[in-house]
Structures are given as structure tokens and as C-alpha cells.
């Protein structure tokens, strides 16, 4: 079996922390066993890896996700890039021709794609590994994974089985599986999206369970409907072609219009971290980062990224969210509702990890010339390394503030370290590696500083000292 992990959005409901290149499953709150902070797409990576299915598995993204990725996940992540976001089904075609067309997979393998953010235990992965065979035994199309439901939430999808009408819950639960306990799955008849409780309610009385965004399909099954729909299988023609697909579901394109759809029970635990109330939930302390909550403070947390200390004296049942793009202070109960308040805003991200480290914008402002002026705080991990890039709307003005390093500048190598000043004009080619952690203070001034103004001609530290450095 080969696992897509589709990595995608721009998680707005957990703002501030979360942005267009710091999504959601991008954010350490959560702690790991040796309880170092961990992001929700380390702990599935991680799980992954326990269960045996890392190495089978790639991550199917967006460009702005990629060096936030390669950081988290390590290099060695295969990572398949979106040119443009296109919703799920352009994502998932893109994945499946170039596991059929680069790396030769048979059409009879089994392909289950899964999101990189649910919070759930071993069993999960256990119940994943089990879609290739019951794909086999029930002649299936789609075999899908749902969540066996707790209580009858609003919140989610259900899938509804064939044969619904029973007298009895229990009764009727056990016989709309097949197979022995082990391998039990149902027949699916319809879906039904965020139901009222009430229809919630009967809908568990008839053994719906929770779509938790989980299916398998063989190779050829999404191949040949590729094939039917007059598009491309080879995996750099569908790269040129990925504008003209369209920005559509992967439910809407393929699951609805699936003729045989099986569904499999995963009664475990499960949550959609997707909220701060949620996500809150499965934090296992009350702050993280610096800062104070009263004892007269209940269910109470505060997550600040900033270096400045919050207080928060005698509320409870709230959050505080600190960085460098916001504050929000909110009800635990409200907390969703600032996908709405911030849905339109467009201001760049403050804050990005980036595959060498991490960055922070200190400030913004435009001089008396018109000139933008942007300041930085960029950390680089020790023996991590910048591309080798020049600009042509800015220059530069760099300040080491901690930690040494190797600066190459317009093809000459020299040392720098604390209290350095380096100088970098527009159109000059820089990059440096760290030996220790390297702390620059880096202030830009331009007429434009956007991201499009980089121009990178290498990314390899080896490549770059081979090619570029002048030798005497």
C-alpha cells in the first residue's frame, strides 16, 4: 500500500498562529513521548513511521508549504508539489501519475489518502493497513475509513450504510458489517454533510459512522478515470497542464460518483484538532510560552510566541494566542468564529519556519523615499545553509548577532561572526551556513519586498561552494 498525506489550507481558524505558510498541522503545541513540543504533521509522521508506513508514503502540498515541511519532516519527506492550489481531486491526480508514470507503481496497488492532521492512537494506522485486503474482498471501488461517532456532533460528515431501517441499535449495528470482527466493513448508501443533532442522533441509531476524510482506491481505478476524463497520466504533463484541471473536491469529482463505496469502522479515538477549543483539548499544559495564568483561571490557556510576558488574571474557559501576526483573546465556546472575522485578511506572515530555520518580521515601515523598509530576525540551524539568490527590487543590510558562520558573496567565501555587518546590493548573489545557530538582524529596503523578488540559483551548500566560489 502507498499513502498519500494531503497537506493543504491556510488555517484560519487557529489564528494568529496560523497562516498561509504556517498552517494548522504546522503549529508545536503538542508534546512528543520524550515530551519535546511536536507539531500535529510530526506526530502523524511519526505514527507513521511506528506503524510501517512512512517509507511507502509522500505528501502531497503547495508551494508555500514546502520549506515549512522540509523543516519539520527532514529531507528525506518525498513531497509532491501543487504549481497552483486546486482543491483535492487536481492534488490527488497529481500524486497518483506520478506514482503510476515516475515511480512505476502497479495499477493494482492499493493508494489510501489521508490527511496529515488527525489526532488519533496506534489503531488508527492499524485499521488503515487493513484497506488493501478488504478492497480485494469486497470488489469495491472505494474503501473508505469512519470514525464509530460518540455523541452526535454538528461538526462533521456521516456515512449513512445501505440497509438503514432496524428495530433495534445494536442489532442493527452488527449486521450491516460483513465479514468476521476483524475485517468487518458496510456498504455505503449515501453521505450526509453536518446534520443537525437531532438527524445526527438517528443517523448513529441507523450505525452511521463519522467521514474522517480517509479512503483507499486501487492505482488503475483513478487512472483510467483520468484516462476517461481526457487527461493527462504522465506526471510532467499533468504538471503542465494543472491550471486547466479543475478546482474541485475529490468527494465531489470521484466519491459521489462511485457505483460500489465500502466504509470500514475505526471505534478508536479520534479528534479534529481544527479549533482552538479543540486543540486545546490535547495540550498537556496550560502555557506555552512566557507568561501567567491565576489559579482562580479554569480551563484557561495561553500560547504566546512572543518574547514579552501575558498575564491572565481570573478568566476562565478562555484562550490567549500571542505571535508576531495578532492577539486573540476569546471565549474557548467562540473561538471558531474568527475564521469569519479574518477570512479576508491578507497581511503577509510575520512569523515562517523555513527548511534552514526560522524567521521573524520585528517591523515594517515605509522611509520618507517611499522605499519599503522590512526588519528580521533570521535564526539558521547549525550546518543549514540559505540558497544562493540575489534580488532585484532591494538591498539588504545584514547584522550577526549571535553564532558563526561561512558568507558567499558574489563568488568570495570569508568567516563572519557577532558584531559583523555585511552589505548586500540588489542583484548581488549571498548565501550563508551556520556552524553554530546563527542569529542575523536583517533589514530590507526596496521599492517591493515580496517573496517574488528572490531569485535562486542553488540550493546545496556543496553545489554552491563547487560552482560559484571564486578560488585563488
Not at 532585484?392 to 549571535?402: A, D, F, I
Amino acid at each position: 500500500m502507498r499513502s498519500i498525506l494531503l497537506s493543504g489550507g491556510s488555517g484560519k481558524r487557529l489564528w494568529p498562529l496560523s497562516n498561509d505558510s504556517r498552517s494548522k498541522q504546522f503549529l508545536k503545541v503538542l508534546r512528543n513521548p520524550e515530551g519535546r513540543p511536536e507539531s500535529m504533521v510530526q506526530r502523524v509522521w511519526r505514527q507513521l513511521g511506528q506503524s510501517g508506513l512512512a517509507s511507502e508514503a509522500l505528501v502531497a502540498t503547495s508551494l508555500p508549504q514546502v520549506e515549512i515541511l522540509t523543516a519539520q519532516l527532514g529531507d528525506d519527506v518525498k513531497l509532491i508539489v501543487e504549481p497552483e492550489r486546486r482543491d483535492t481531486f487536481p492534488s490527488i491526480a497529481l500524486a497518483a501519475s506520478y506514482l503510476y508514470s515516475v515511480e512505476s507503481v502497479s495499477l493494482h496497488e492499493t493508494i489510501a489518502v489521508l490527511p496529515v492532521d488527525p489526532f488519533v492512537e496506534k489503531e488508527f494506522f492499524d485499521v488503515l493497513a487493513t484497506l488493501p485486503d478488504l478492497l480485494d474482498k469486497s470488489g469495491a471501488d472505494l474503501a473508505l475509513m469512519g470514525v464509530v461517532p460518540t455523541y452526535p456532533s454538528e461538526k462533521y460528515g456521516y456515512i449513512i450504510p445501505e440497509n438503514t431501517s432496524s428495530e433495534n441499535k445494536e442489532s442493527n449495528r452488527n449486521s450491516k458489517f460483513y465479514d468476521d470482527k476483524q475485517d468487518r466493513y458496510v456498504n455505503v448508501a449515501k453521505f450526509q454533510e453536518k446534520p443537525c443533532e437531532s438527524d445526527a442522533a438517528a443517523m448513529i441509531e441507523q450505525a452511521a459512522l463519522w467521514n474522517c476524510g480517509v479512503f483507499a482506491f486501487k492505482l488503475g481505478y483513478l487512472i483510467n478515470l483520468l484516462i476517461d476524463m481526457e487527461l493527462p497520466i504522465q506526471y510532467d504533463e499533468i504538471l503542465k497542464q494543472y491550471g486547466r484541471l479543475h478546482k474541485i473536491s475529490f468527494d465531489y469529482q470521484v466519491v459521489e460518483q462511485a457505483s460500489h463505496i465500502i466504509a470500514v469502522p475505526y471505534d478508536g479515538y479520534w479528534k479534529d484538532l481544527g479549533t482552538w477549543n479543540t486543540l486545546t483539548e490535547e495540550m498537556n499544559a496550560p502555557i506555552v510560552g512566557k507568561g501567567w495564568i491565576t489559579a482562580d483561571s479554569t480551563n484557561t490557556h495561553l500560547i504566546n510566541e512572543l518574547n514579552i510576558p501575558v498575564a491572565i488574571l481570573g478568566l476562565s474557559d478562555i484562550v490567549v494566542a500571542v505571535s508576531p501576526d495578532g492577539i486573540l483573546v476569546s471565549d474557548k465556546d467562540a473561538s471558531p468564529r474568527i475564521k469569519e472575522i479574518v477570512k479576508h485578511e491578507d497581511q503577509r506572515p510575520m512569523y515562517e519556519e523555513r527548511r534552514w530555520g526560522c524567521y521573524r518580521v520585528l517591523d515594517y515601515t515605509r522611509n520618507e523615499g517611499g522605499d519599503e523598509v522590512l526588519t528580521k530576525r533570521i535564526c539558521i540551524s547549525p550546518e543549514r545553509n540559505l540558497s544562493y539568490q540575489y534580488h532585484r527590487l532591494r538591498n539588504e543590510v545584514w547584522t550577526v548577532v549571535s553564532g558563526t558562520g561561512e558568507l558567499i558573496l558574489d563568488g568570495v567565501s570569508r568567516m563572519i561572526r557577532q558584531g559583523d555587518t555585511v552589505i548586500i546590493d540588489r542583484g548581488m548573489l549571498h548565501s550563508v551556513k551556520a556552524f553554530s545557530e546563527l542569529e542575523i538582524i536583517e533589514v530590507q529596503i526596496g521599492s517591493q519586498l515580496i517573496e517574488e523578488d528572490i531569485v535562486r540559483v542553488a540550493t546545496q551548500w556543496q553545489d554552491i561552494v563547487k560552482t560559484y566560489v571564486k578560488h585563488a
